[in-house]
């Protein structure tokens, strides 16, 4: 059984930093790429970063140089170092694997909360 763990949400002034960690289990953690994603209140979820194990990276425009994805492979775990922060990237942030094929992320963490105060 897959599960997908997040921690290290919570309230933080405008320009202030977090950092994010997802710890997966019950599974090859180093073979499958990962990624956060975030939920704003009445908007779609969408894909903050990702990265592979290579380790690739890649970044949504909105958070390029201000959010860092890394990956330990010896800790099972992802991070995301959000720096700057700012009121609109408050909202609910999802950790997830995506399959070999990249087609689609498919195990999910039960999301933490992360809002920016102005």
């Known amino acids: 059984q897959v599960q997908v763990v997040e921690s290290g949400g919570g309230l933080v002034q405008s320009g202030g930093s977090l950092r994010l960690s997802c710890t997966v289990s019950g599974s090859i953690f180093s073979t499958n790429a990962m990624g956060w994603y975030r939920q704003a209140p009445g908007k779609q979820r969408e894909l903050v970063a990702s990265?592979?194990?290579?380790?690739?990276?890649n970044y949504a425009d909105s958070v390029k140089g201000r959010f860092t994805i890394s990956r330990d492979n010896a800790k099972n775990t992802v991070y995301l170092q959000m720096n700057s922060l700012k009121p609109e990237d408050t909202g609910v942030y999802y950790c997830a694997r995506q399959v070999l094929d990249g087609a689609h992320y498919d195990y999910w963490g039960q999301g933490t909360q992360v809002t920016v105060s102005s």
């Open positions: 990265i592979r194990n290579g380790p690739t990276t």
